[in-house]
């Protein structure tokens, strides 16, 4: 399975409603504050914004809220798993990317047969305070011989500079959040993206 190599993560529908028009074809929506009716409907703006620009969207975290508005991909972290019904995931028809950071968690992820394997942070990363340091081009090059055909995300300190290296190292797929959503012209950003991932 092919995925589009250009994977910025979002913690807002509106961010969608800048983005997709340039041509963003898969895109994450990771919100971490909200809860009950207002995170349904950030959830069903976005699955609607994607729709409507034929991109995928991928929901972060909150499976159960995907499933009940027919989404296709749900991201789950480590701990996400902990209490994430995957059976019932999986019955759903919904598709899942897993997050990892070492051999034990990739082990994990992979015994849940994922659609997607994320590493990270592969460099150091401002986003959310993590215990692993960075994992390097290297890791990334073991992490794709280890995972084969999975499709591999490289995730963490991510810029436009900094992924071709990636790829080139074996990532099917780079994944950007501060690189665009902190930069002065985050538009130009996402088109600079599309341009080297391309």
């Known amino acids: 399975m092919a995925l589009p ?10 961010w969608l409603r800048r983005t997709l028009p340039l041509g963003v074809k ?21 699955q609607g914004l994607c729709r409507e620009a034929g991109a995928i969207l991928v929901v972060n975290d ?3 809220t995907a499933i009940d508005l027919g989404c296709d991909w749900v991201h789950l972290g480590q701990e ?10 999986r019955r759903a028809g919904v598709k899942i990317g897993l997050s990892t950071h070492d051999h034990a968690e990739l082990d994990r992820a992979l015994s849940h047969d994922p ?14 305070k993590m215990k692993w340091h960075e994992q390097g081009l290297s890791r990334v090059a073991e992490w794709k011989r280890l995972i084969g055909d999975i499709p591999l ?11 071709q290296g990636a790829l080139d190292a074996g990532a099917d797929v780079v994944s950007a959040v501060t690189d665009i959503t902190l930069n002065d012209d985050p ?12």
């Open 5 to 14: 190599r250009f994977y910025p993560i979002f913690d807002d529908a509106d």
């Open 26 to 46: 898969l895109v994450q929506l990771r919100i971490k504050e909200l809860t009950g009716e207002m995170l349904k409907q950030q959830i069903a703006q976005a």
């Open 62 to 64: 909150h499976w159960q």
């Open 80 to 89: 996400d798993l902990d209490t994430a019904d995957i059976p019932a995931i």
């Open 115 to 128: 659609d997607y394997i994320a590493l990270g942070p592969v460099y150091p990363t401002i986003l959310k």
């Open 153 to 163: 995300v490289a995730i963490g300190g991510m810029s436009v500079e900094r992924a």
């Open 187 to 198: 538009e130009a950003r996402v088109r600079q993206w599309i341009g080297a991932t391309t």
